[in-house]
């Protein structure tokens, strides 16, 4: 296993104990492309591959538990005359394709001698310096500086004066240009420079025939696809006007090859997070006219008056809103006219009440007396006459001595001191008689009306407070979810405010579920080992071998990975 690491210690590839999948991976200045065979179908060993040029020392350190199968690698350092970083396109076996650095894990047979000899050769071309080595050691790739002895220090002769085409000059291909993409096929072309016959050395382009320059040819270059990406379409609308909602969108694994952007399998972008194809949303909130109460009683006794109702526009979660929120050509009518029939001016009399002032001894009974016109009125008007009907009559329910009855205390204090409260008195069963009271069990009292012990109150308004809905769902049963609740500062009336303190705000979401999703367990899918938890911290379970062989701890961990991903 092969690793690549900076002098200043940070891991580029396959550090701090952990293996990284081959792909591109920046450091150096440069970007290295890691490579990584099938080790069951391929002998072949893991390679780094990069344009260059670097901007530091890098290591490269080799973890081996059998025999070290040595490390092979080479670099190129441009001459002083070099035309481009390519080489031509027929290259000698062992030399870098496209000026590219490439470290490769397995042995060489050629010489050192051998070396020597192409260095020298290519420095005499003008071609970019191939430089190779082996080693079993850890190495830095960098540009020695014992080789800038070996390079020509002018190899163009100076011509003054264009001198006449000879036959010892010729075109000759040195090196191609850029190719125009890094990866998906590109194109580039052959460079073609004058050169003398016999020494191969570059002259101006006016020693050779102009008219015999060859036309470069496109060619191919860089065919490998480029690296599969997630393609993300838009949002769909949302799949309800109002109130929570849900939107789709398509998420396709594609790759770009001969400039064209296919659609592949989605394994290929496994190596990437895929975007939620699934979201949820919510335009506005539904709102709708609600009827509060029932029509109130004419405002005239007689004659036509008005009666009115409340009605407000209400949120599907309950709150009270603006009416601009409801659909304004649908709300119900809130007032209309009443017809309480033609007024007489006379007195109105209702029937003695039932029941006596008193449960015993001397009491009263009332009635209620209206002098009925054009409107309600206790006083004689015209038309009603001075002899008002009594309004009182007295009744007797007998002596005292003897008698049940219920009997109140006082009320309380309210339980708050601005808004809706409530407030308590105390009631007993007793016998009254002549200047004492007993109490009694309250089975005595049973067939009397027994008075409230708690009633409503309300000594102020409290101003603006903090209203919110109930939590929604969870929208995870585990692994951390998160849920919602709508928050809004209300007036006394139940009208939308901005007098609530900021800072007392209840909070809007919170977190939930925070436990572990538990898998189903198989009972085929154990760990063969004792130690399978460094093979899971090792980053060994994306090999079958390990994958089998740890199945339990691989699996937890795919897991909790899948589950986290989900979470995002």
Not at 366 to 373: A, D, I, N
């Amino acid at each position: 296993m092969r690793a690549l690491r900076s002098r200043s210690g940070r891991s580029i590839i396959n550090g701090n104990w952990a293996i990284d999948r081959p792909g591109k991976y920046e450091g150096g200045g440069t970007m290295f492309t890691y490579k990584r065979p099938n080790e069951i179908s391929s002998t072949a060993g893991e390679s780094f591959l990069a344009e260059g040029p670097t901007n530091e020392i890098l290591d490269v350190y080799m973890i081996h538990q059998q025999p070290n199968p040595g490390v092979h690698y080479e670099y190129v350092i441009m001459g002083t005359n070099a035309i481009s970083p390519q080489v031509p396109p027929h290259r000698r076996p062992g030399e870098p394709f496209n000026g590219q650095l490439v470290t490769e894990g397995r042995g060489q047979e050629e010489g050192e001698e051998k070396e020597r000899n192409e260095e020298k050769e290519d420095l005499h071309r003008g071609t970019p310096e191939i430089f190779t080595s082996e080693s079993t050691q850890t190495f830095s790739v960098r540009h020695p500086d014992r080789f800038s002895s070996h390079r020509p220090d002018n190899l163009v002769p100076p011509a003054p004066q264009l001198p006449r085409r000879s036959r010892d000059h010729n075109w000759k291909q040195l090196g191609t240009t850029e190719c125009s993409t890094t990866c998906g096929k590109g194109s580039q072309y052959p460079i073609f420079r004058c050169v003398h016959r016999s020494t191969h050395e570059e002259v101006p382009d006016g020693y050779c025939d102009s008219s015999m320059k060859p036309s470069p040819e496109e060619e191919p270059c860089n065919i490998f696809p480029c690296p599969a990406f997630w393609d993300i379409g838009e949002w769909s609308e949302c799949s309800k006007t109002c109130g929570l909602g849900m939107q789709h969108r398509q998420v396709l694994c594609r790759q770009v090859y001969a400039n064209r952007s296919l659609t592949v399998q989605p394994y290929r972008c496994q190596h990437l997070e895929k975007p939620e194809t699934t979201s949820t949303c919510q335009l506005k909130i539904c709102s709708e006219w609600q009827i509060r109460t029932d029509w109130t009683s004419c405002s005239v006794p007689c004659g036509v008056g008005q009666r009115t109702r409340d009605v407000k526009c209400v949120s599907n979660i309950g709150d009270v809103v603006d009416d601009e929120e409801c659909n304004m050509k649908l709300r119900p009518n809130d007032i209309e006219n009443c017809d309480m029939g033609p007024c007489a001016k006379s007195w109105f009399l209702t029937e003695w009440s039932e029941r006596c002032s008193a449960e015993c001894g001397a009491g009263v009974r009332t009635r209620s007396v209206v002098c009925m016109t054009n409107h309600v009125s206790s006083l004689p008007l015209e038309g009603c006459g001075n002899n008002r009907p009594a309004e009182a009559t007295p009744c007797d329910n007998g002596p005292c001595t003897g008698k049940v009855e219920w009997f109140a205390g006082s009320w309380s204090q309210c339980s708050v001191e601005c808004g809706s409260g409530t407030q308590q008195r105390e009631v007993i069963c007793v016998r009254k008689n002549a200047d004492t009271f007993e109490v009694l069990d309250p089975y005595e009292c049973s067939f009397l009306e027994r008075p409230p012990s708690q009633q409503s109150c309300h000594l102020k308004p409290c101003g603006a407070k903090w209203f919110n809905t109930e939590w929604s769902m969870c929208s995870k049963s585990c692994q951390s979810g998160f849920r919602v609740r709508e928050v809004r500062c209300l007036s006394d009336d139940m009208t939308l405010s901005n007098l609530c303190d900021p800072q007392l705000k209840p909070e809007e979401k919170e977190s939930c579920n925070p436990q572990d999703c538990v898998p189903e367990v198989d009972e085929n899918c154990k760990d063969r080992y004792y130690n399978c938890n460094v093979v899971v911290q090792a980053r060994l379970c994306v090999y079958n071998y390990y994958k089998t062989a740890c199945c339990a701890s691989c699996t937890r961990v795919a897991n909790r990975h899948s589950g986290f991903l989900g979470s995002r």
